[in-house]
């Protein structure tokens, strides 16, 4: 089975810092993604990337920067923490799109409150 | 562009009792579709897709849905829901060549 890990489950900052959150996947996929999830609104596309030192911006992208360094590695940066900025943060990642029908696999998520 | 919509925040079910969850779809060309269920305090997991073919699909846990190009519908059904079944369900449409686009979920709640 894929697994997709995320660094922290919970995780308290003060607005203002600056606030690294990673994401691990362990099946060599080329696809890795971040999102937020809020309640009413769904999942909301951060940034996605789909090769090492790539990256392409979602639909939510500012206040956020991404790295990856690493095909297995993806790490979600958020340069200067807002209040606005507590949410549930989902890491997934999927093989590359041959036809489009490639299921992505999430992390367990990470609660993050800015205080 | 593509989206998706699911009309029902909240669907409660009788155990044992058939279920459905509501998707409906808009999108430019053939539509893939997903369907993901979030357990509390846990990352969405995938249960099933619809890229061509048989209208119903089958997936995880006895769930299916049916697409119905006419209604432009993907709606979640299962015959007899579980109170295991109780979480969040989420209607993907892909877009792009990467990308998901995400219904705003719709909370199942099976009463025993």
């Known amino acids: 089975d894929v697994k997709v890990t995320q660094s922290s489950r919970y995780l308290v900052k003060r607005t203002g810092e600056k606030v690294f959150l990673e994401c691990v996947q362990d099946?060599?996929?080329?696809?890795m993604f971040w999102y937020r999830q809020d309640p009413g609104l769904g999942l909301r596309l951060i940034y996605f990337?789909?090769?090492?030192?790539?990256?392409e911006k979602g639909d939510i992208p500012e206040g956020y920067s991404v790295s990856r360094e690493k095909k297995e590695r993806f790490s979600l940066i958020l340069e200067s923490a807002s209040t606005n900025q507590t949410s549930m943060y989902l890491c997934a990642s999927s093989l590359i799109e041959v036809r489009g029908n490639q299921p992505q696999h999430f992390g367990d998520g990470t609660r993050l409150s800015i205080l | 562009a593509q989206s998706v919509a699911q009309p029902e925040d909240q669907v409660n079910v009788a155990e044992g009792n058939p279920l459905t969850v509501k998707c409906t779809y808009s999108?430019?060309?053939?539509?893939?579709l997903f369907w993901y269920v979030q357990y509390p305090n846990r990352g969405l997991q995938f249960l099933l897709k619809y890229i061509t073919g048989d209208n119903l699909v089958k997936g995880s846990y006895g769930f299916e849905a049916e697409f119905n190009k006419s209604q432009t519908s993907f709606h979640l059904k299962k015959p007899s829901a579980l109170v295991s079944d109780s979480a969040l369900y989420f209607c993907a449409v892909k877009t792009g060549a990467n990308n998901l686009f995400f219904g705003t979920g719709t909370r199942l709640t099976v009463i025993p």
């Open positions: 099946m060599d996929h080329e696809n």
């Open positions: 990337s789909y090769d090492v030192k790539m990256k």
């Open positions: 999108v430019s060309g053939n539509p893939y």
